[in-house]
């Protein structure tokens, strides 16, 4: 399973009974927050997040609307007797703020919680099945996009054939990444008789908050979902540059010109009850497109 | 009007729709806002609490289910472009809280934030309509209790006698203060001729969170309504003491004691879903008890 469920969809000021950005990236047995507003524990509840696979969380910037749930998510975590290391990546300054809050209510938290510093467009995180990396975006303070990525290895074994042809189970690995095996006779035995190819790793980019900026193209090119937002409808788009926000046909833009195969938008104005017209106006340019509504799960297939 | 609207009654992490302590203490048209957990700034709009009245906010300790809420609600009172002054009154380190998340946002607010830090017991704001002072209680860390009175003079003008006998309006508020008048002749006019006594001065007190504490008694003494937090049924005291918490039976106790005249009970600990066992345990010591159920206003009555 590789989906995104959306916990808030709103822009700064909570209305409608809509929530500032939250969402939740499952890929295989891991849950990934990206961005934290206020009421995000609640939302976890709400939704039935299993906090207990949730070990990473990306803050894209320190708008109070992207990250104010976040002492109070790591401070219950705490009371509710959390153990595991858990992971925060964000913009540096959050950690001073952490630490001051932490310690004025005398808490020390069970668990290690490590803070890792957004600095540079980098990868950020990456073992077998996963790769986590962070991009620029351009808003009003430093700010953040994020891509995640499946990063499963190139081949897959057949299992009939490494047994048909005795291949010790240590070099699996190096079969997965597509080596040959030299046998004990020093036969060459071609990696192509042994494995298949592996599905395509599957992706998915955060845009975060930001003004209509192309330089995000070549960073989400080619993603399989594509979450962008827009503030604002088409016609407030001089509104939406002054502010550093997008509007709905610049979002389609983006995920046309990126060539990305689904795209969710959200961060809506508190000036819009009704969010049909999101919809209409993105699917004008590009065909794909989904509301962020509170709730649903995208995932995300091959 | 004085009266208190309860927004938030249950202890650290939300559970069962309930929402960490905040309260709305209206007396004539002015709001005051009392500890502010997360999600405070949803609890005001959901109970249609006027923003543009609240310029007082007390925080009495700096444990996040009574705070976390106010950096968000002080943020969105900027954007939503509040000009008019607010006043702080909180533990001295949640200045530099708020400042450093205001600069990582690059946040400048369009009002001016007064931040009055909580020191010793006193009086921290006085008119002539109004009283507000701070008294310590008995928590984890540096915790204080509050109590809000109305401050009018000890007697009203009779308009018909403060008429007949000529007396200059200049000289009004002499007389609310019981004074004799003396008018151009020398003749004295005694004070009792020309007004008859006020009623009393009401008065809240919100205790906080604290442990049973019998020198909270002489504090609250004979207020006419007061707030004590039951964090925990009878069957948990020795578990509440360890937690500087108290019980249903030591907050009954404590108004019986301060011979209030009536209580309303709060800060339930999630782990229980049902309140009726703390109304009823509370009413076997104190009979004019009440559950601060969100959205319920209590009048405080002469």
């Not at 290690?112 to 962070?134: A, G, M, Q, Y």
């Not at 020093?186 to 192309?214: K, Q």
């Not at 399989?224 to 604002?232: A, G, K, M």
């Amino acid at each position: 399973m590789f989906g995104v469920t959306i916990l808030g969809n709103n822009s700064a000021i909570p209305a409608f009974d809509r929530h500032p950005t939250a969402q939740i990236v499952t890929i295989n047995d891991q849950l990934i927050l990206i961005d934290c507003g206020e009421g995000t524990q609640s939302q976890i509840q709400r939704f039935k997040i299993k906090r207990s696979k949730l070990n990473f969380i990306l803050i894209s910037h320190l708008h109070g609307d992207h990250y104010f749930g976040l002492v109070p998510l790591i401070s219950s975590m705490g009371l509710l007797g959390r153990e595991q290391d858990l992971h925060l990546f964000a913009p540096a300054p959050l950690q001073q703020i952490i630490e001051l809050q932490l310690l004025a209510a005398n808490t020390i938290l069970p668990y290690t919680l490590h803070f890792h510093p957004l600095e540079n467009e980098d990868v950020i995180f990456i073992n077998h099945k996963l790769k986590i990396s962070c991009f620029k975006t351009k808003h009003r303070i430093d700010c953040f996009g994020f891509k995640i990525e499946e990063n499963k290895p190139p081949r897959k074994i057949d299992k009939d054939k490494v047994l048909q042809y005795e291949i010790p189970s240590s070099f699996y690995n190096n079969l997965k990444e597509g080596k040959n095996y030299i046998n004990k006779k020093g036969d060459i035995i071609e990696n192509d008789l042994l494995t298949v190819p592996n599905t395509a790793n599957r992706s998915y980019a955060y845009c975060a908050d930001t003004i209509y900026d192309e330089e995000l193209i070549p960073k989400v090119n080619e993603v399989h979902l594509l979450y962008h937002e827009t503030t604002y409808l088409k016609e407030l788009e001089t509104k939406a540059a002054e502010r550093f926000h997008s509007t709905t046909i610049q979002a389609a833009s983006i995920a046309k010109k990126a060539n990305a195969r689904q795209l969710i938008i959200g961060h809506f104005s508190s000036k819009y009850e009704m969010l049909d017209e999101f919809l209409e106006e993105t699917k004008s340019v590009f065909e794909d497109a989904h509301l962020a509504l509170e709730g649903i799960t995208f995932r995300i297939m091959q």
